[in-house]
T-cell receptor, first 113, second 112 residues
Framework: GAGVSQSPSNKVTEKGKDVELRCDPI?????LYWYRQSLGQGLEFLIY????????KSGLPSDRFSAERTGGSVSTLTIQRTQQEDSAVYLC???????????FGSGTQLSVL | GESVGLHLPTLSVQEGDNSIINCAYS??????FIWYKQESGKGPQFIID?????DKRQGQRVTVLLNKTVKHLSLQIAATQPGDSAVYFC???????????FGSGTRLQVQP
């Protein structure tokens, strides 16, 4: 597609359930990022993938959070045993290289009840 | 520690006026800076970027100024329009760091 695509756009789940969020980056972009945005806040870095290099997981808040990127394209962010404080918008971005110019998707609004 | 922050959380301007959104950063090793615009319900959208070897860069109705001496970044929007109403984020990237660090955002409200 023309832009970064994320699904679902909204996800409501119960505390303790696992959720998977999907990101389709722009075709040809080698770098992929996940950020989290709480209501009225800035963007919090979670994880970064670049080509075949080991991902930078330094931003993941706990071991309940993990992410994969298959075939250098689609990425899935998994949150296990969700907590209410996980409620936020999860944004995915991709970039052509490591320059830092990111293109964002519209995000997944996660609500944990 | 490293941080990127904004001076004003909300800026209200009249349509047609010029807007200036400011941002301070603390990492003197940052070499790339970028401004994003985020409208309600959407992801951040790239506006303009600047590298540390420059102090000014102009786009369409927007100008970014970088003052490395005081570690200050600003976004100027000329002839502000209602469609400019959004939250604006500055972000920086340091040499060797892989991801952008974002500030907390400034909401721009354009009054008709």
């Amino acid at each position: 597609g023309a832009g970064v695509s994320q699904s679902p756009s909204n996800k409501v789940t119960e505390k303790g359930k696992d959720v998977e969020l999907r990101c389709d980056p722009i075709s040809g972009h080698t770098a992929l990022y996940w950020y989290r945005q709480s209501l009225g806040q800035g963007l919090e870095f979670l994880i970064y993938f670049q080509g075949n290099s080991a991902p930078d997981k330094s931003g993941l808040p706990s071991d309940r959070f993990s992410a994969e990127r298959t075939g250098g394209s689609v990425s899935t962010l998994t949150i296990q045993r969700t907590q209410q404080e996980d409620s936020a918008v999860y944004l995915c971005a991709s970039s052509l290289d490591d320059s830092g110019k990111l293109f964002f998707g519209s995000g997944t609004q996660l609500s944990v009840l | 520690g490293e941080s990127v922050g904004l001076h004003l959380p909300t800026l209200s301007v009249q349509e047609g006026d010029n807007s200036i959104i400011n941002c301070a950063y603390s990492n003197s090793a940052s070499d790339y800076f970028i401004w994003y615009k985020q409208e309600s319900g959407k992801g951040p959208q790239f506006i303009i970027d600047i590298r540390s070897n420059m102090d000014k860069r102009q786009g369409q109705r927007v100008t970014v100024l970088l003052n490395k001496t005081v570690k200050h970044l600003s976004l100027q929007i000329a002839a502000t329009q209602p469609g400019d109403s959004a939250v604006y984020f500055c972000a920086e990237k340091g040499t060797g760091r892989r991801a952008l660090t974002f500030g907390s955002g400034t909401r721009l409200q354009v009054q008709p």
